[in-house]
């Protein structure tokens, strides 16, 4: 069965892409047209039954953007539930939260860089904004 954008989700996908929030758009910039490294970014990728913010096939990469509403006990269960997913299927997630791309830009990208080639999350887990 394949797993990445599902017919079903089409829909809902293109009305995420024709609707991105501030935080997405700004990093799109960046990530879109092979600008970073190189790297294919898409946005709005289904991935299962979920749609993530970005993902680079060719790294296994997820970045996620963060709102307040992923500060919701529920929320927080779902996203738990998904990052569970996806390291079954031996992807890596990135999340930031949304004033981390307004504040400390060049922060998420160079730990994007990191998490891109490093061979384990392990070793940029400690990283924190300026």
Known sequence: MEIYNHIKLKSRRKQLR?????????????????????????????????????????EKLIIELDGEVHKNDKVYREDKKKMEYFEELDLKVVRFENNLIYKHLEFVLSRIENVMFKTTLSDVTSETPP
């Not at 990093?27 to 299962?48: A, P």
């Open 18 to 58: 024709n609707n991105l929030t501030v935080s997405e758009a700004s990093l799109w910039k960046y990530l879109k047209g092979r600008r970073f490294h190189n790297k294919k970014f898409r946005r709005q990728q289904s991935i299962g039954s979920y749609i993530v913010d970005f993902y680079c096939p060719e």
